[in-house]
């Protein structure tokens, strides 16, 4: 997840400017997602991801690691989570239910790579202990509020470090594996 340095993942208003991409960490990202098996999503984040990505690759300047992102985003599979939406379109699926039972589903079932995006239901699998990895692309800027990434969880989660980077523009990648 892109956040603050204060923690939010979106500014008041869910204003995301703030998080504009280097071509370094765009290409970060997308070596990420070509290893993942399944994109699970909350609400808000596939409306803002199937508002672009659709046809992110025919935008006019689109580089040649979007005109991949494009390509890879239609294709790979996606779950999302949502109780307010009636439908959802391309190679994804609509779930309603219990997210964190069909995310457990999912990881025990399926298995593979699960990506999962969007603050609210990334919450949702931390208090349920689902998460394997947390990768956070820190930006350097203080937002003073909004939609916080982490929340109150009934203990601790430890981690192992097991990257860091500096990008572009002051940008920090930490990722973490969890211990068990």
């Known amino acids: 997840m892109n956040l603050s340095v204060d923690g939010y993942v979106a500014a008041p208003g869910d204003d995301l400017s703030w998080s504009e991409p280097s071509d370094e960490l765009f290409q970060w990202w997308l070596e990420e997602e070509l290893a ?4 699970l999503y909350g609400r808000k984040l596939w409306e803002i991801m199937s508002g672009y990505w659709p046809t992110g690759d025919q935008q006019p300047g689109a580089t040649p690691a979007q005109i991949a992102f494009a390509k890879n985003w239609r294709e ?16 994804a699926r609509l779930f309603t239910d219990d997210a964190v039972a069909e995310i457990a589903r999912l990881k025990a079932e399926e298995g593979g790579r699960l990506r999962v995006g969007g603050a609210a239901l990334g919450r949702a699998a931390m208090r349920a202990g689902l998460v394997d990895e947390y990768e956070i692309i820190t930006h350097p800027v203080v937002v003073g509020g909004g939609n916080p990434f982490f929340s109150t969880l009934d203990d601790w989660v430890k981690l192992s470090l097991v990257e860091t980077r500096t990008l572009p523009g002051g940008v920090l990648l930490t990722r973490y594996e969890t211990r068990r």
């Open 36 to 39: 993942i098996d399944r994109f």
């Open 76 to 91: 790979t599979p996606k779950v999302v989570f949502s109780s307010t939406i009636d439908k959802v379109d391309g190679n």
